[in-house]
Structures are given as structure tokens and as C-alpha cells.
């Protein structure tokens, strides 16, 4: 169990109290909740958009993580429990391997993409 608090820690710069801590010792001013900050943001609060970046930075460094580890086909969130269920991808880790091998192959063949080796 990662400590409370601590970097390694998604819930210390992403959790609604935390943002919500965050914006108040940034702003010197009390907030009711993070919603209260998402609205400030809204608004173009630059303390709110520093408090949110750091959040969504944190956010988005554990999902890229998770998504490197387990190479999920997708997350799906779960009707009677709320929480996300990762799908196991059909190609496993080969699936980057796989995707840059085809790159240049589909890149090869104007007529599917139009020379372009992103679609």
C-alpha cells in the first residue's frame, strides 16, 4: 500500500479534497469543494488552472502508466459499482510492436491511407 501523502500517491494532487486543499493554501481563500474550483477554472482563475494542471497531469500519468502495463483493450466502467474494469487487449503486449510494424506498410499503399502513415 503506497503511504497517504505521498508522491507515489494518485489520491494526494488528484482527489476532490486534495484539489480542493490545493486551491485554498494557492488562493489563501476557502473553497467548497473541487467542484467550486472547476467553476473558478471556468472563470480563468490562474489558481484554479494550476491546481486542475497538476491534477490531470497526475491523473494522466497513472492512466498512461496502467495502459503500458496492461495494454488494455479499454476501461469500462461498471454499472452497479462505478469502478473502471480494465479489458485485456486481444494482442497483448504485442500490440505496439505490432502497430509500428504495420505503419510503414500501410504508408507503402496510397491508395488506404493517401500517403499518410497516420490513418
Not at 5 to 14: D, F, I, M, Q, V
Not at 43 to 69: H, N, R, S, Y
Not at 93 to 113: I, V, Y
Request: proline share 7%.
Amino acid at each position: 500500500m503506497i503511504p497517504k501523502n505521498s508522491r507515489a500517491c494518485l489520491e494526494t494532487p488528484a482527489s476532490a479534497a486534495s484539489i480542493t486543499a490545493a486551491y485554498s493554501a494557492r488562493s489563501g481563500r476557502g473553497v467548497d469543494g473541487a467542484a467550486a474550483v472547476a467553476a473558478l477554472l471556468t472563470q480563468g482563475d490562474p489558481g484554479a488552472q494550476a491546481v486542475w494542471d497538476c491534477a490531470v497531469d497526475a491523473l494522466a500519468t497513472a492512466l498512461a502508466a496502467v495502459t503500458t502495463c496492461f495494454a488494455p483493450a479499454s476501461w469500462i466502467g461498471s454499472p452497479s459499482s462505478g469502478v473502471p474494469e480494465l479489458v485485456r487487449s486481444e494482442l497483448g503486449d504485442e500490440a505496439g510492436c505490432l502497430g509500428a510494424a504495420l505503419m510503414p506498410w500501410r504508408a507503402a499503399d496510397d491508395t488506404t491511407t493517401g500517403g499518410n502513415p497516420c490513418h
